[in-house]
């Protein structure tokens, strides 16, 4: 029932920026915490950014906290990944997450939908 669509992923240098935007289906996105995940190949999924519901409650990882901002937009069904000072080690498929409570979690087992992810790949 819920589709999420991410996009703005691409091929930078090591230092640029890139901004990503995950755009949602449905009339209760306002009621869903949010996530943004990312897969390199040969690692597991692992969650880099949440935010609550109503934006209260924000998580980053340590590898991305001071580079990444997370920010939502309810009123036009989207959440957006700012990503700053880009590293080769951020390169990966980063997908946008939705869970049906209002909190986030931290495990991939907290989140019910999923986008189908966008491919970030950053050169040194």
């Known amino acids: 029932q819920v589709q999420l669509v991410e996009s703005g992923g691409g091929l930078v240098q090591a230092g640029a920026s890139l901004r990503l935007s995950c755009a949602a289906s449905g009339r209760t996105f306002s009621n869903y915490a949010m996530g943004w995940f990312r897969q390199a190949p040969g690692k597991e999924r692992e969650l880099v950014a949440a935010?609550?519901?109503?934006?209260?409650?924000?998580y980053y990882a340590d590898s991305v906290k001071g580079r990444f901002t997370i920010s939502r937009d309810n009123a036009k069904n989207t959440v957006a990944l700012q990503m700053n000072s880009l590293k080769p080690e951020d390169t990966a498929v980063y997908s946008c997450?939705?869970?049906?409570?209002?909190?986030?979690?931290?495990?991939?087992?907290?989140?019910?939908?999923w986008g189908q992810g966008t491919q970030v790949t950053v050169s040194s």
């Open positions: 935010i609550s519901a109503s934006a209260v409650s924000i």
């Open positions: 997450a939705a869970s049906l409570r209002r909190n986030y979690g931290l495990s991939v087992y907290d989140y019910n939908y």
